[in-house]
C-alpha cells in the first residue's frame, strides 16, 4: 500500500470515528435532558392530583373531576387497578385507549410509541377508595419532541457525512503536498542510481529535517561505495604491480638459464637464487592477500584463549633473535601478565612490529612490558630510520611504503601494517605511533589485561 492511501485511510478513520462518538454523544445527551424534563413536569402534575385527591376524600365524582382538570392538551390519564383494569380513563383522542401500561407498585416513568405517536408516561401508585392501592398514569403526547429528535439526528448525520467529504479531500491535497518532496528525492536517487555512478543528490528547496537527513546519508552512503570502489581498484592495481616485478625477474632469469644455463654453470646458481627468492617473495603476498581477503569477509573465526603475554613475548623474542641474529631485549617485570584475545593473531601482530623494527633499524629492539589499572602497555622500539610525520597517517594503508626501492630490497611488500591494523580491530587493540626521524620508532600496543580470580 502506499504510505499516501495509507496515511489518508488512518487520519479519515480516525476522524470519522470520533466525529462519530461525538454526535452520538450529543444526540443521546439532548434527547435524554428532554424526556428528564417532560416526566419532571408529568411528575409534578401527578403529585397536584394525589393531594387534590386527598382533599375530596374520593368522592366518586370528585375524583373525575380532578383529573379531567388536569388532563393535557394532548395525552391521556388513567386509574389502573391491580388486576389491570380501568377503573377511570379519560383522553383526549380515542386513539389513546388502549394507552396503558401494567400495574407496578412503584413508580414507573418511560418514553414509549404507540400507534406511530410517541408519548413520555408517568404511573404512581396512588391511594384510592376503600384504601385500595390503583396507578395513576399520566401519559403525554410528545410528536413534537420527537420530531425535534429525528431533525437532530439528521443534522448530525449529514454533519458528519459532510465533515467526512471535506476531510478526505484536505487530507488528499495535505498528503500530496507532504510526499510530493519525497517523491521528488526518489526519482533523484533512482536516477543515479541508473547511470551507476556515484553520484550526490542535492537537498530540496522545500526540504524537512527527515529529508535532509535522508539525503545526507544517501550521499554518505554513495561515497563510501564510491571510495569503496577506488579502495578495489587500487587494491587490485597494487597487487598486479607487486607481483609484476617478481614475475618479470623470475621469467627473465628462467628464459637465460634455459639459454645458457647448461653452458655457464656459475649463471645457473644465481639464477636458481634469484628465482627461489622471487617466488619466496611471492608465496608471502600471496599469503598475506589472502589473509587480507579472509579478513574482509569476516570468515576467520576468532578462537579466544586466555594466555601470558609476557611469556608469549620472550619466546617470540627468543625465537626471532636465533633467527636473524639480532639483539632484542624484553623490559619489564618477569610476573605473568594475562590476556584473553586470539593467541596466533597476536603473535603475528607482534611478529609485524618486530619484524618492521628489525627490517628498518639496526641496532638493539627494546620491548618494553608494563600493565596500569589494568591495562597492558607494550612498546616496541628501534633506534631506526624513523617514518616522516607526512607518512605517519598513510602507514598503515594497504601497499603503502615510505621508501618503495629500500623496501623492496628487505622484501616487505606494504601489507604488514594493514594487517596489522585489522588484527587489532578484531582483537580491540590499541595502536599508537611515535617517530622521529633519523632517530628511531616506538609502537605502543595497549590491551585490556584479564583479570584472574
Ligand atoms: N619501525 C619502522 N621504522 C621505520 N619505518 C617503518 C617502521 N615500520 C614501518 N615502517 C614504514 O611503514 C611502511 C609500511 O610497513 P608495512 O606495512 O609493515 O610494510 P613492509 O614492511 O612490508 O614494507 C614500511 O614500508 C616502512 O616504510
Ligand atoms: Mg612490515
Known amino acids: 500500500m502506499k504510505l499516501r492511501t495509507k496515511i489518508q485511510m488512518y487520519t479519515t478513520m480516525m476522524i470519522v470515528i470520533t466525529l462519530i462518538i461525538v454526535n452520538v454523544f450529543v444526540y443521546m445527551t439532548f434527547k435524554k435532558n428532554a424526556i428528564d424534563s417532560e416526566v419532571h413536569q408529568i411528575e409534578n402534575r401527578a403529585v397536584n392530583i394525589i393531594k387534590e385527591l386527598e382533599k375530596s376524600q374520593h368522592h366518586r365524582g370528585d375524583n373525575e373531576r380532578i383529573i379531567v382538570n388536569h388532563l393535557l392538551s394532548d395525552g391521556s390519564i388513567a386509574i389502573v387497578d391491580r388486576d389491570n383494569k380501568r377503573k377511570i380513563q379519560i383522553m383526549t383522542n380515542k386513539n389513546y385507549e388502549s394507552l396503558v401500561s401494567d400495574y407496578s407498585n412503584k413508580q414507573v416513568d418511560r418514553y414509549v410509541e404507540h400507534k406511530g405517536h410517541y408519548f413520555v408516561m408517568v404511573s404512581v401508585p396512588v391511594l384510592w377508595e376503600n384504601d385500595e392501592t390503583v396507578n395513576l398514569q399520566i401519559y403525554e403526547n410528545v410528536d413534537m419532541k420527537h420530531e425535534s429528535f429525528?431533525?437532530?439526528k439528521w443534522i448530525l448525520i449529514g454533519s458528519t457525512v459532510m465533515l467526512t467529504l471535506i476531510i478526505f479531500i484536505l487530507n488528499m491535497i495535505i498528503t500530496h503536498n507532504i510526499l510530493k518532496p519525497i517523491h521528488l528525492l526518489i526519482d533523484k536517487m533512482s536516477n543515479i542510481n541508473k547511470t551507476k555512478g556515484y553520484r550526490k543528490v542535492e537537498k530540496l528547496e522545500r526540504?524537512?529535517?527527515?529529508?535532509?537527513d535522508l539525503t545526507d546519508t544517501f550521499n554518505l552512503m554513495m561515497q563510501r561505495l564510491s571510495e569503496q570502489?577506488?579502495?578495489?581498484q587500487s587494491f587490485i592495481a597494487n597487487a598486479s604491480h607487486e607481483l609484476k616485478t617478481p614475475i618479470t625477474v623470475i621469467h627473465s632469469y628462467s628464459k637465460m638459464l634455459k639459454r645458457f644455463g647448461k653452458q655457464k654453470p656459475e649463471l645457473l646458481d644465481e639464477g636458481l637464487d634469484v628465482i627461489h627468492e622471487e617466488s619466496k617473495r611471492m608465496k608471502s603476498l600471496a599469503d598475506q592477500m589472502l589473509q587480507i581477503t579472509s579478513f574482509q569477509q569476516k570468515k576467520q573465526q576468532s578462537e579466544i584463549e586466555i594466555f601470558d603475554v609476557t611469556q608469549v613475548l620472550r619466546q617470540l623474542s627468543k625465537k626471532l633473535t636465533?633467527?636473524?641474529?639480532?639483539?632484542?631485549?624484553?623490559?619489564?617485570?618477569?610476573?605473568?601478565k594475562y590476556i584473553k584475545t586470539n593467541k596466533e593473531q597476536l603473535i603475528q601482530l607482534f611478529t609485524i612490529f618486530i619484524d618492521n623494527a628489525m627490517k628498518y633499524s639496526d641496532e638493539v629492539i627494546v620491548i618494553q612490558i608494563h600493565s596500569v589499572n589494568r591495562a597492558i602497555k607494550i612498546q616496541i622500539s628501534d633506534k631506526g630510520e624513523g617514518i616522516p610525520?607526512?607518512?605517519?597517517?598513510?602507514?598503515?594503508?594497504?601497499?603503502?611504503r615510505v621508501d618503495k626501492a629500500r623496501t623492496r630490497q628487505n622484501g616487505g611488500s606494504g601489507l604488514g601494517l594493514y594487517?596489522?591494523?585489522e588484527i587489532a580491530q578484531k582483537?580491540?587493540?590499541?595502536?599508537?605511533m611515535a617517530s622521529t626521524v633519523g632517530?628511531?620508532?616506538?609502537?605502543?600496543?595497549n590491551i585490556k589485561e584479564h583479570v584472574i580470580e
Do not use: C, H, P
Open 419 to 421: 594487517i596489522a591494523k
Open 427 to 432: 582483537n580491540q587493540v590499541d595502536i599508537s
Open 389 to 400: 610525520e607526512e607518512s605517519l597517517n598513510k602507514i598503515f594503508d594497504r601497499f603503502y
Open 439 to 445: 632517530e628511531g620508532t616506538t609502537i605502543t600496543l
Open 207 to 212: 526540504s524537512t529535517k527527515e529529508l535532509d
Open 322 to 336: 636465533l633467527a636473524y641474529e639480532r639483539k632484542i631485549v624484553v623490559n619489564g617485570k618477569e610476573t605473568s
Open 229 to 232: 570502489e577506488e579502495k578495489e
Open 150 to 152: 429525528e431533525t437532530l
